[in-house]
């Protein structure tokens, strides 16, 4: 068994088998329970593309889970006119140029102290490194100022216990569940609405207020960011380079960082940082030769789409319709995508550059949505 795998049954030991059993069963299967299940990437492509049809804020939907605790006006549970407006509202928010400078002004300070504790001989955990440094770009994201290590520390934790509330079967919170969750972001949108009134450019909350957001939709966009932009970055980072490590590529990657683009893209589709994706059926259709009637649900299962491509390989090039699905595709692409990536691969790309990186110890985490890492040791230099 290699390491992703138990990964993934260290987190889900009964639902991940019945997942990929599933896949066995073909490209789209109903299963009783859960939905019409997709475990194609094209017919996955499709479904995503067809907003009219298949949409996030029906019964069975991401907006059933999570409009409780956002609110109405996030983009993750919205669709149609509304829809459309705020995210073209957004689109400026996250562009490339910005993003790499957020990350790179944030996290200087993080990198250097990580990089000198490698040169000096230290043993680094690097899920906890990540985790500090995601929580550190959240809470740029979101306003906080004067965050410590240890506060960014338990913001990613925070965060990853709410998400891991969340299983395959379920389709909405409990009141209880709700109330906790609210507890924990309530005062994040708070330090979020802070900053937007603030009305300072140079932050991510005085630009919302810039393009025309109302503090509403602030306060529900910085707690959606919180939620969906930490657990990617601090996930994939480790996992990175474990599967660099295992497959015997780090040394080749670290000589030639043009290939770490390559990398991370090959490295998102083996660990697929959302494994699902929920739709929610509104019209008659047919799915991959699968009459669906509208108010089923859709389990779009990311992770049976990308595996199906075979094991990590840094020379296997992604046909289109696999093309980034893991952050989804047509109107609900991934808003924060540049923003994961600026910061993956600024930290991939400082780790990479510490010399050659050994794994001394690794452990898989129990009871997390996305499968991780409990910690994963490394050092800078040859195995001995």
Known sequence: MNWEERLYLTAHPVAYPLLRGVARRGPVVRVPGVGVVVNDASVARAVLMDGQTFRKDGPGSPGELWTPVLGPSVLLNMEGDAHRALRRRLTDLFVPSYTEALCA???????????????????????????????????????????????????????????????????????????????????????????????????????????????????????????????????????????????????RVAADLPLLDRAVEEAMRVTTPTPVMLRSVHRQATVGGVGIRPGERVLIATHNCCRAYGPFDLDRAHPPELRRLWFGAGPHFCIGYPLAMAQIRLVARTLLGAGPLTITRRAAARNVLIPTYRHLAVRAGEAS
């Open 105 to 251: 002004r944030v996290l200087a300070g993080p990198l250097e102290r990580l990089t000198g504790r490698l040169r000096r001989g230290a043993t680094i955990d690097l899920v906890d490194a990540a985790r500090v440094m995601a929580g550190t770009v959240i809470g740029e994201v979101i306003g906080l100022e004067g965050g410590t290590e240890a506060v960014y520390r338990d913001l990613f934790e925070q965060g990853e216990r709410i998400v891991s509330m969340v299983s395959l079967r379920t389709r909405r919170l409990s009141p209880s569940q709700v109330r906790w969750a609210r507890e924990v972001l309530d005062p994040l949108g708070d330090i979020a609405a802070k900053s937007y009134l603030a009305g300072d450019e140079s932050t991510v909350m005085g630009r919302m207020r810039a393009l025309g957001l109302s503090e509403d939709e602030a306060r529900g966009a910085a707690g959606a960011f919180f939620l969906t932009g930490t657990e990617t970055v601090a996930t994939l980072v480790p996992r990175l380079i474990a599967l660099l490590s295992d497959h015997g590529q780090i040394r």
